[in-house]
């Protein structure tokens, strides 16, 4: 069965520093996506990064980076120079071919840029 | 940019009536999905939707859901009767491929009295 786990509920970051949220996760396929989502106060989900499980480079969308370790199951986001509109809740979330056309979210980590 | 919008961003219903919730997808994307968020808690799967008719569905996703896509642009989930538990966000979201990006709709707030 899938899993994934976030254990950071809420993290605090002061602007302009780095974060990494923390994701881990279970699966036995060996073909798998990894996805992280960002969710504002307004509520939307807005798609941030993904990591195939065959990538070999760690995936990076401009201040968002993936921190993709497949031996231990992790895909750590990282985010460079905070702002204060990074503020929000982090989701990871996972899709394998067990269950191709779904996608399955970890608890979240709320997000604070402190100025 | 495309985007998936929903209708409407809040909903209010009374406990028992059938309420409808609106999503027009990406246009060019092939899958369609509802998702469910209860206050506070994670994202939960309901139904996945392709080729007019649904591929997956969860354990949440029982006979008071269906879903139908009435046109070419729209794809709706009904809920029949509303339950006080089926308060929630409710996420639409698509994706051009089963094994693509899904990108979501900005949700549709449920509330039932």
């Known amino acids: 069965a899938q899993k994934i786990t976030q254990t950071q509920p809420g993290m605090f970051v002061q602007e302009k520093e780095a974060v990494t949220l923390d994701c881990t996760y279970d699966?036995?396929?060996?073909?798998?996506?990894l996805f992280w989502y960002k969710q504002p106060s307004s509520g939307e989900m807005i798609f941030l990064i993904y990591?195939?499980?065959?990538?070999?480079q760690n995936a990076t969308e401009g201040r968002y980076s993936l921190n993709f370790q497949k031996a231990r199951k992790s895909a750590n986001l990282v985010i460079s120079a905070s702002q204060l509109g990074d503020s929000a809740m982090y989701f990871c979330?996972?899709?394998?071919?067990?269950?191709?056309?779904?996608?399955?979210f970890g608890s979240g980590t709320q997000l604070t840029v402190l100025p | 940019e495309p985007e998936v919008t929903q209708t409407p961003s809040h909903q209010v219903t009374q406990m028992g009536q059938e309420v409808i919730l609106r999503c027009v997808p990406i246009?060019?994307?092939?899958?369609f999905y509802w998702y469910r968020q209860i206050l506070g808690q994670k994202v939960e799967f309901l139904v996945s939707?392709?080729?007019?008719?649904?591929?997956?569905k969860s354990e949440i996703f029982d006979d008071q859901f269906s879903v139908e896509r009435p046109d070419g642009s729209n794809f709706t989930l009904k809920i029949r009767s509303t339950k006080l538990e089926d308060s929630a966000m409710y996420f639409c979201?698509?994706?051009?491929?089963?094994?693509?990006?899904?990108?979501f709709g900005p949700g549709t707030r449920l509330t039932v009295l």
């Open positions: 246009s060019n994307h092939l899958y």
């Open positions: 990591q195939g499980s065959y990538d070999e």
């Open positions: 699966t036995s396929d060996q073909s798998y996506g």
């Open positions: 979201a698509s994706s051009e491929w089963d094994t693509d990006t899904q990108y």
């Open positions: 979330a996972m899709r394998d071919t067990g269950s191709a056309r779904q996608l399955t």
């Open positions: 939707f392709y080729n007019n008719e649904i591929s997956e």
